[in-house]
Structure formats: C-alpha cells, structure tokens
C-alpha cells in the first residue's frame, strides 16, 4: 500500500476557498454565461477523470470516451422522449447502459494492447456513430427532442451547475482515494509492465476491466444529464471523436494518471478555448467564419508539444518544487 | 441482382482495391519495419488529394504527372516529421510516439480545413470522366488511371525492397534494427527514409484516391480506419501481401456495396475492421515485438 502524501495547511485552505468560490458563483451569480460555461468545466472534468482511470493510470489510451457518454446521453433521450422519465432517474441508467456497452465491446477490446488499442476504440467510435445513425430506435440524423425541466433557466442552469460539480467532486475524490489503493498501484503496474505485473500476481484483466467499467458509468451518467441539459442530441454531436480527442488533450495538459492532473488540465484548456474564440473573433484574422478550426490546429500543436517535452503534464512540470517524497 | 451487375461490382472492386493497397502501403511499411504506427497517415493522404488539386488547379498539371511531383515532395515531409517528431519519441514511450502523431494529424486536418474549408471537391480533370468499355465492362477513366498508378507504384516499391541494396537494408532494419547497427547501417537514416517514403506512397494514393472519389478535409479518417483494414488482413511490411489485402478489402467493399442497403457498408466494414483487430491484434503486437 502507498503511504497516502501528506499534505501541508496550504492546498487544504486553498481547495476550500476554490469550492466555497464555486458554489457561491452557483447560488448568487447572476449572468448565467459564466455558469453555462463552469458547468462544461464541470462536465468535461467528471469525463476526463473517467477516463483518466484507465488512461492515465493503466495506460491505455482510450480514444472514444464519446462513446459513453452518447451512449448515457443517447439512454436519456429514448427513455425520455419514448416514456417521459425524469434525468434523475435516466442519468444513472444512462450509465448502467454505457457500462454495459463498454462490457460487450469495450472488455473485448481490452485483448489489444499499446496503440492498437487506441486504433481500436477509434474505430469503435465511429462505429457508434454509423450505428446511432442507422438503428430505427435513435430516430438517426433526425435526432431526439427532450422536453426542458419545468423550472425558469436560471433555476435549470444552477441544478446543472451543482450536479455536475457534485459528482465532478465525488470522481475526482475517488480518483485520489483508488491513487492510493492497491487497485491504483494494480493499475500502475499494468501501465509500466503488463506481462510482470501478471507475473507478479496482480490480476490484470480484472484490473482493466474495473477501471473500463467504473470509467464508462461516469462518462455516461455524464452523458445522460447531457441530453436533459442541451434538450437536443443528434449522432454526430454526441459521439464526436473531438469530444474523446478534448478529454485526452485535458488529461495530458494536467498530467494523466494523477488525481490533480484534470483538476488542472480541464480549465487550462477551456480557458484557452475561450481565449482563442474570443481573440480571434476580436481580431478577425479569417473573416466572419466561426475559427473552430483554428483552435484545433493550436490544440494539435499543444498535444505534439507536451507529448514531446512534457509526457507528465503539468503535474509533471511541478512536481520536483514538491520534493519527490516517494521516490526511492 | 443480375450477375453482370455482380460482375461490374467486382471488377470496380479490383480497381478499388488496387487504390487501397497503395493507401495502405505506407501505414504497413512504417509499422513492420519500425514498429510506428502512424496516425497522422490519412492526413497526407488527404494533402496528396488536395495537392494534386493545387496543381490541376494552379498549373493544369494532370494528376498522374502531380502524382509524380508529390513523391518527392511528401517523401520531405514525411522525412521531416521523423526528425523533427518521432526520433524525439522513439527514446521515451510508444504512447507519447502515437500522441505525436495524433496532434500532428490534428494540425495538419484542421489546417487544411482553414485552407480549402469543409466543402466536398472533385478532382475537375475531365478525361476521369470519360466511361471505357474494358471487356464489356463500362469503366471510368479515372478510375483506370488510379489504379495503374497504384499497381505501378506498388510495382516498383516491391522492387525497391526486393532488389536494391537499399531494399535490403530497410528489410535487415526490420528484422534486427540492433543487428543492422552492428553491420554497419545507419539505423536512424534509414528510418527516416522508410518514413519518407511511407508518407510518399500515402500522398500518391490520396491522388489515386482523388481520382475516384470526392474529397473534403475532415473526413479523410475514413481512409485510416480502411489502411487499417488492409494492414491487418495483410499483416505487416511486405507488399505482396498488402497488395492481395487491398484487393481482398475491395472487393468487400464492392459487394457489400452491391448487396447490403447502403447505410450498412460502413457499419459493416467498421465491425470487420473491429472484429480483426481484436483477433489479430495480437498477432499484429508480436510482430512489432519482434520489431523492437
């Protein structure tokens, strides 16, 4: 077992102003632009720990996130659309279905390893979406309409606002809590060597398969409260391989296969995100055409750069002002 | 469906898969001799469609003839992102060589997006339209046209490796990079010049490509997941084989195309593509195990 770091008075205080910032922005802050956009930083962090479990700590680099989280948000619509139900009760289904999905072709997919795992799960995406575009019970390029909540929009946002900040809490505590479990360290082991960790006892299969399972239920009840937000979803929009390309980029900027990585690699790469936007809009470098593109090209380069300087991220980068403690 | 109509969707399948197997020659050659596998691969060749466009465009230049100027062109490039990128990676993780290669096919998609935007394109060269009778069957000329590029630049790529002392050394990097240094070869040159001309091919076959089919930017990802199909039905790093997967893969397609209701196909082909990585991936691993 690894002796859990300690940690000093300083990030405790600054973790609880953080939060009594975040939740008082969502009980008091009137321009709902700000909350919209927090609660995307929200989202995108409970996704990008999701991920971060098999990604980050067991190395397997998972390129269709997207596919749990449509499949979760793809729950939401028919059962919605179809019968009705509440997001309270079609959120968690929407993971219960996204990890039985991630069951029948994601374990499978565990067989491969390296880099044809992650040509595999590519693959799979794509799959999804030529699916959810063709079985008669998606309604394809149609899309699904979900009645919003009865609430006024403001009222609406702020249950987003904090739910999604909630279970962003809850996974990202948990991500810390299994850091430091020997399932963490099991998970680690495959990462660095499969074949000794097998050697050495650790069960692998079982080790990926749980952290496949527990990644895909989050990403799709992340998913399934999704479509009651947005009110609308279509194929293309939910299974999108930038989602799943936006995941690993926010996981890789904050340092994957840590708990505090997406902490920090999620509002670094909204806020460049929204800096690009704004920027170049205000500078009208391509016209009036909306520079998406644009700032993909500069998420590219990010990827190329980090993955050529910094493979540990940001958490990389500080860790020797921390003292490495736990290094023998 | 009347067998001549079968008959046409196979030999259109035979000139598809000719096309395919120079798509995916590249991805085969890059990954059985040095072991990387190359994401950003259908980006170049969705550049080589736009160059051969550029050059129809801007010099009247037909694509055979752009065909031959993007080999040494992209033969450049592909040099450059092996000094520039993979060297760098080679030394630390596969995982960070295969992220490389993703933000570079990030870069290069969107860039070429801001260039020629999202609209679809079509090679405007008029003979590709004019329609042939090849044994009583009808052809278009483009595709004719591509598919003899492909056959002879998969011609003489065997040859290369087959005959040439060149040929030789990238084979004896394949089999023992760590031998190969002991004989002499200088592993890094040669490496780069397997990544060259892996590039290269890819380019020409997204000319090939251009011939028949429309193209847009962003949706070249469709050629990665269909290299990958040839590559692992053909295994790794020899042409011939990649060769008779590119023609076995066209013909599924072709068939598929005739028998299934269209909107299947590619559901069809992306669960092949699926099923055979996950059976074979491993056999696909041990050869690049054997590789490194």
């Known amino acids: 077992m690894v002796e859990p770091a300690r940690v000093g008075r300083g990030p405790v205080v600054g973790a609880a102003a953080l939060l009594g910032l975040a939740v008082g922005i969502g009980l008091w802050w009137e321009g709902l632009g700000l909350l919209s956009t927090l609660t995307n930083v929200f989202l995108f962090l409970l996704l990008t720990q999701a991920w971060n479990l098999l990604g980050g700590y067991g190395g397997y680099l998972n390129l269709a996130m997207a596919v749990f989280f449509g499949v979760g948000a793809y729950t939401t619509g028919i059962l919605a659309y179809g019968w009705g139900l509440s997001p309270l009760l079609t959120a968690p289904l929407g993971g219960v279905v996204s990890v039985l999905w991630a069951a029948a072709v994601g374990v499978p997919s565990l067989r491969v390893r390296g880099p044809y795992f992650a040509v595999l799960t590519m693959i799979l995406g794509f799959l999804a979406q030529v699916l959810a575009y063709n079985v008669p019970w998606t309604r394809g390029a149609m899309g699904i309409y979900v009645s919003p909540l009865p609430w006024d929009r403001r009222t609406v946002e702020q249950f987003f606002y904090f739910t999604y900040m909630g279970l962003a809490l809850v996974v990202t505590g948990l991500t810390a809590r299994i850091q430091s479990s020997r399932f963490g360290a099991a998970l680690v082991a495959v990462r660095e060597d499969e074949l000794a960790a097998a050697i050495l006892g650790v069960r692998t299969t079982w080790v990926k398969v749980a952290a496949l399972l527990l990644g895909a239920f989050w990403a799709g009840v992340a998913g399934g409260l999704y479509t009651q937000r947005i009110g609308y979803i279509e194929p293309t929009g939910v299974f999108s391989l930038d989602i799943s390309v936006d995941v690993v980029l926010m996981a890789m900027v904050g340092g994957a296969g840590t708990w505090q990585g997406p902490l920090l690699g999620v509002p670094l790469v909204m806020l460049v995100a929204e800096l690009l936007r704004v920027g170049v809009v205000h500078l009208g470098l391509f016209g009036a055409r909306i520079p998406a593109e644009f700032n993909r090209v500069v998420f590219g380069g990010i990827l190329v750069l980090i993955a050529l300087y910094a493979p540990d991220g940001l958490m990389g980068l500080l860790r020797p002002f921390r003292g490495r403690r736990l290094r023998v | ?292």
Do not use: C
């Not at chain 2, 990128?85 to 993703?102: D, K, N, P, W």
């Open chain 2, 1 to 292: 469906m009347t067998p001549a109509l079968l008959m046409e969707a196979m030999v259109n399948g035979v000139f598809l898969g000719l096309v395919y197997a120079l798509v995916s020659v590249g991805l085969s050659l890059t990954l059985g001799v040095l072991g990387i596998v190359n994401m950003a691969h259908s980006a170049f060749v969705m550049l080589g469609s736009f160059f051969a466009l550029e050059l129809l465009r801007g010099w009247g230049i037909p694509p055979v003839l752009a065909a031959l100027v993007a080999a040494p062109v992209f033969f450049g490039a592909g040099a450059a992102v092996h000094r520039l990128l993979l060297r760098r990676t080679a030394s630390t993780s596969e995982a960070m060589g295969l992220l490389v290669l993703f933000g570079l096919l990030l870069v290069l998609e969107n860039g070429s997006i801001l260039m020629w935007t999202t609209d679809t394109r079509v090679l405007p060269w008029q003979p590709a339209q004019a329609v042939l009778s090849v044994g009583g069957f009808r052809v278009a000329l483009g595709r004719l046209v591509a598919a003899g590029l492909a056959l002879g630049m998969i011609g003489s790529l065997d040859l290369l490796l087959r005959r040439t002392l060149l040929g030789k050394v990238v084979r004896a990097v394949g089999q023992n990079p760590d031998a190969a240094t002991v004989l002499g070869v200088d592993v890094a040159r040669i490496s780069m010049v397997v990544v060259g001309a892996g590039t290269a091919t890819a380019a020409m076959g997204g000319v090939a490509l251009a011939l028949m089919f429309p193209f847009a930017p962003q949706e070249h990802l469709r050629w990665l997941a269909w290299a990958f199909l040839v590559v692992v039905v053909g295994g790794l790093g020899d042409v011939r084989s990649t060769l008779l997967a590119g023609l076995l893969v066209g013909q599924l397609e072709a068939l598929a195309g005739v028998l299934l209701p269209f909107q299947y196909v590619y559901a069809v082909l992306y669960a092949f593509l699926a099923l055979t990585l996950i059976f074979r991936g491993r056999g696909l691993q041990s050869a690049q195990e054997r590789v490194l």
